[in-house]
């Protein structure tokens, strides 16, 4: 079984700057790994500075109206959609353990419809894979859908935002078929206790 | 959290005809749980007998070129771009087993070119994804690929009869929106001690 | 021209058991020929078992609500969808008997919208063609269309079921290039004195 | 059930110039009904004279490389993919008289791939319905596939030409929903002596 | 950079029929040029004439409930979904010179809904768009959401009969790799003192 | 017509912190004009400083396989398929000017493999158009060809990464509506004494 986990070559982490450096055992520190779309994309510094400054201005936004829960829902369904491996098993973990529903990611990445979510996290995900796979064809009554059940204008943006940065996260896992961690594919199916 | 496992009429075990009744104990017995398909397709006791009966047929012939985990394979992808969520679930619980593999049931879900099997085995998943979605599409450079990777005509026969199998079983299961047990989303992900 | 009947081996009648030869010889008496389907079929005599013991509980089913040539529709729609040359023809004969209408198989099978039947009737069509192709996209409004038809529960069951067994039906159909009888292009089409 | 064979207007023979009157029975004359395309179509009579002057520069093309056979298998496997009822009803008479095949319509309708004909015009037909649902698509392997096949640069122009045609003319019959004739339905599928 | 206009040869204007000689000196009079799709079709004179007399039916028809600039966002619209370069160029210059806009038909081209056009037009172009790819799923609703916007049962007949129109211009200039004249390009962009 | 530039509330300059500020009146001053992407997307500090950094590393990376005219072209084809009018018309303009072509955006937004380009850059465009609309049908072949015209591993990651940047981007427009500047429209078209 490969272990390969990118087509392009990964650097050492002992070669990268400081500050992608420090971003990293961050990480590291907080999950107990190292996920490999730090390491992969670390590649090219500038554009990992950028796409983790993106991810965190959408992901980690207080203000938001969206629970992160809801957040890491859109990420799973579009990225299940887009057939991303990374981000469906990833993301899928983070919506696990967020949700506190060992269940949910698998549900939404196969059929956001029948899932075990409210109408108003349906509706955002229509919206959401809508916007995914076919841009061009959102209509004035998607949005209207999304007010119905009483999305505000700023939830709108972070809704199609984050659909947005993940169809860009997306397309980068499979350009250099960004493979995923193995600890990603238990975490949030067992009480830590029971691992 | 709906319990409901199918949009129709479930039926009580004690009202089924004693082979219905006994087809279903005999899974409990080996599963330790009753798969939801038995119970909501049990509803019509003809169309449970065939759809039972052509099940096995394919998935425990013994003469098969396949493997058992291949076959599940076969399953899990055509049900990944069929959006199945029940039969992702309970087969990738069935795969995970039959292959003492906890990550290639997500992977063939989700995107099998990525997936940790051989080239052969991609290549049965090519075919089988092209059959299930635009069946007419298929021609003979496909057959061919199948034959260059070592599959005899039986097999051929195989890989197509599961992929049509599973046809109908993603409709019906769509159709009456089944429920996944709760039981299989765990299932072959970790040790049978740690659980 | 071929006259090659499957890509795979055609068995002799009689090699076949004695319970296959006799449903074939039962069919035989009824429409004057064999069916290809039952003769390609019985190469492999359990799934053969299981395939006519489906159909039969689907299409042969006392209780339906819908009728016989109502089913019929559903099959030679969906498979007219999915460019299954054996059950258009096949399936399009039997209509034609069923509905006393010469011309309906070929309206049905090239495009229901616009053919001779009633808006109960296109509806049903209308939610077994998106079943047939798109499975994942049935959402409530689907069934309620149904329903509005004055559809009962028990009848949506039986449209979704014909549907999910010849998602089946035509994939084995594609995949062993199943050919129609020559006798089946013409029966229904004109009365049995002017043949 | 409805004898309406046009959602516009449908002229008076009486009303209709005299150009007009003269195409229509001549070819009453010749086929001893007036097709509908030609009494539907002569509500705007410009376009009307237009449409029969190029599709009678294509298909009566003396020069052309195609047979006139050939030509209407175009229209038919175009039609056929653009679910055109009429087109595909009309031009399969027409084939199944220039063939003198009675099963060919049929099958070249519902899936050229496994119609009798021969790899030269599976070539053709593969060339035409590619143009006919997507254009862009088109690209030099295609046109090489073609004069592999022993097509020449006229006879590619043919193909494309007829392709494009019936685009219109399909497109022409779904707007107005251009009723086929009955007399079409049987055409060509009894010896004349039978009917 | 290529200066071929045509996959086919391309005829010298001596050596074209009178009748065609005086069409396309009459269009080089008015528009000082050739444009490329006269001389491209005058390879096949009598489906030239029938092309344009077919052209001018619709394009110029004086009855017509639509602005000629309406007709021409017509031709761009359903040219931009079918990818027609040709087509896109050039009805794009007519539709900036007929509407007086310079911006429209690079809005209309890449996204008719975010146009700076009416509701009524957008109405017009998503029927025609709907027409133009998929005519098949041309339903009721399609048909009474142009009369909801004021169009008569005729007005229905030009959005069609144009958009069918240039289902077949569009197909020809893919065939024949159609080049737009670089006069298409700029014209209708600037006031004709700024060129 | 509608002068709103965003769904979404657009900033006032004053308004805003200092680096954007500085971000937006610095590309004025290149440009002459601000374009709209500024302004709308400021509406979310963060992102917009996320957006604009990644922007920068992949469009002016200096150690590039890619000429910048390669990169817009990109841009561009990618956009025209994600039919993003912002994107299209905008980047044109730049593509325009880099590539000192008056002519070849229209032609990459409408069908890269008509464009006045080289048989390697309809290459990088087939692979960047696949990408941006099916990512998951990347498969082995496709990264070959770019092998085969020439490109590093470096380049193809720019390929993919300016593809994944702008689906990123296209969302953005689409969501929030985002009107391109009308300056973009001629910009390249005429030699600026002309304008």
């Known amino acids: ?8 070559p990964v650097p050492n982490l002992d ?12 990480v590291q520190e907080k999950a107990g790994f190292v996920p490999n779309v730090f390491i992969t ?9 950028a796409f ?13 109206g969206l629970t992160k829960a809801e957040r890491e829902m859109i990420v799973v369904a579009t990225s299940g959609v887009n057939h991303c491996l990374y981000c469906v098993v990833a993301h899928g973990a983070i919506l696990r353990i967020y949700a506190k529903n060992p269940q949910i ?8 419809r029948k899932a075990d979510i409210t109408p108003r996290q349906k509706a955002m995900l229509d919206f ?10 959102l209509t004035e009554p998607d949005y209207q859908s999304l007010r119905d059940h009483g999305f505000s204008e700023e939830d ?15 397309r980068m896992a499979h350009l250099i078929a960004m493979r995923p961690n193995d600890e990603f594919y238990l975490l949030g199916r067992v009480p ?4």
């Open 1 to 8: 079984m490969s272990t390969q986990i990118s087509r392009h």
């Open 15 to 26: 070669d990268l700057s400081q500050d992608i450096k420090d971003k990293i055992l961050q």
């Open 41 to 49: 994309l670390a590649h090219r510094p500038d554009e990992f500075r």
């Open 52 to 64: 983790f400054a993106y991810h965190d201005a959408l992901m980690l936004r207080e203000a938001s």
């Open 105 to 112: 990611a698998d549900q939404v990445a196969v059929d956001h």
């Open 128 to 137: 959401a894979v809508k916007l995914a796979r076919t841009p061009e064809a």
């Open 156 to 170: 709108i943006w972070d809704v199609g935002g984050i659909t947005a940065f993940f169809a860009l996260s997306n």
């Open 192 to 195: 830590p206790a029971k691992r």
